[in-house]
Nanobody, 118 residues
Framework: QVQLVESGGGLVQPGGSLRLSCAAS????????MGWYRQVSGKQRELVAG???????NYADSVKGRFTISRDNAKNTLYLQLNSLKPEDTAVYYC????????????WGQGTLVTVSS
């Protein structure tokens, strides 16, 4: 099993930046792709950005050009750089990992709260 711990959230003004981190442990070798998700209370969790083991990335249209996903395999850590933040980016952000079959590998954690407000 894989364990994931998110960190880096906080309160930021519109237009500001944050960097989220996701530390992975456990059955790291089973990880293929990783992703960042976010959820607003009362709404479904949505995929924000994903990255494969080969470094191919994909983004939700709402964050393209503003967010950047990256992974440091040596540190077993996933990152999400959030720039030009908007109030609508306010959400709890989660990370997760998938194996080569596309199966989710970790239980959803507590996530990290990002609040964009003046």
């Amino acid at each position: 099993q894989v364990q994931l711990v998110e960190s880096g959230g906080g309160l930021v003004q519109p237009g500001g930046s944050l960097r989220l981190s996701c530390a992975a442990s456990g059955s790291i070798r089973s990880i293929n792709a990783m992703g960042w998700y976010r959820q607003v209370s009362g709404k479904q969790r949505e995929l924000v950005a994903g990255i494969t083991s080969g470094g191919i990335t994909n983004y939700a249209d709402s964050v393209k050009g503003r967010f950047t996903i990256s992974r440091d395999n040596a540190k077993n850590t996933l990152y999400l750089q959030l720039n030009s933040l908007k109030p609508e980016d306010t959400a709890v952000y989660y990370c997760n990992a998938r194996n080569r079959f596309g199966n989710i590998l970790a239980a959803w954690g507590q996530g990290t709260l990002v609040t964009v407000s003046s």
